[in-house]
């Protein structure tokens, strides 16, 4: 089976820095991605894993280690607007009854002024 | 463009009636995906379409769902004897054609506003 655990809140300051864990447990593993969801909204593609190590998108970065089935999700700069929740999800093998994705239940992100 | 659409944005049902959901994936994204999300969860998956074929429908929770994609574009959900577990919100998703080496491509998934169910 697969199974994704991500911590349920997490609160911080406008203009700082946050990172959002994601350890994962999959039978075959194909990447890990992120996305965002804002109340009331549907989710949205974030960031994309397959290879160990840090992939930067603007003030975004994720970063993946297969060997520890983990991941992260780095914002930076924080805004108010990206008070969200975060899901990360993975992957199964491509062309098998393991290719759906499988999300976490989500980290909701809390900004204060 | 366009993205992806889903009707109704709302459906209010009561207990043991036939419900349909329908979605509007983006043109020319042949690989088509049901969720279902409850309130302060992630996506749960129900199945997804690569063309016309069902190619995962292991989400799905009962016979009492079914889903079809006759022309290889718009998909509809359809769920039997609606109980009141069954509310939530449903997603629909679609992408690109899944190819390329297994793990180096990654199709990023567009989603719907949903249809919030609500089963009385």
């Known amino acids: 089976g697969q199974s994704l655990e991500q911590p349920s809140e997490v609160t911080a300051v406008e203009g700082a820095i946050v990172q959002i864990n994601c350890t994962y447990q999959t039978s075959g593993f194909y990447g890990l991605s992120w996305y965002q969801q804002h109340d009331g909204g549907a989710p949205t593609f974030l960031s994309y894993n397959a290879l160990d190590g840090l992939e930067e998108t603007g003030r975004f970065s994720s970063f993946l280690s297969r060997s520890d089935s983990y991941g992260y999700l780095l914002l930076q700069e924080l805004q108010m607007k990206d008070s969200a929740s975060y899901f990360c999800?993975?992957?199964?093998?491509?062309?098998?009854?393991?290719?759906?994705?499988?999300f976490g239940s989500g980290t909701r992100l809390s900004i204060r002024p | 463009g366009a993205g992806v659409s889903q009707t109704p944005s709302n459906k209010v049902t009561e207990k043991g009636k036939y419900v349909e959901l329908r979605c509007d994936p983006i043109?020319?994204?042949?690989?088509l995906y049901w969720y279902r999300q409850s309130l302060g969860q992630g996506p749960e998956f129900l199945i997804y379409?690569?063309?016309?074929?069902?190619?995962?429908d292991s989400g799905l929770p009962n016979d009492r769902f079914f889903a079809v994609r006759p022309e290889g574009s718009v998909s509809t959900l359809k769920i039997q004897r609606t109980e009141r577990g069954d509310s939530a919100v449903y997603l629909c998703?679609?992408?690109?054609?899944?190819?390329?080496?297994?793990?180096?491509?990654?199709?990023?998934?567009?989603f719907g506003p949903g249809t919030r169910l609500t089963v009385l």
């Open positions: 379409f690569q063309g016309t074929g069902a190619a995962d």
């Open positions: 998703a679609s992408s690109l054609t899944l190819g390329g080496t297994q793990g180096v491509f990654y199709n990023e998934q567009f």
């Open positions: 999800a993975v992957r199964g093998p491509l062309y098998s009854s393991a290719s759906k994705i499988i």
């Open positions: 043109s020319g994204h042949t690989a």
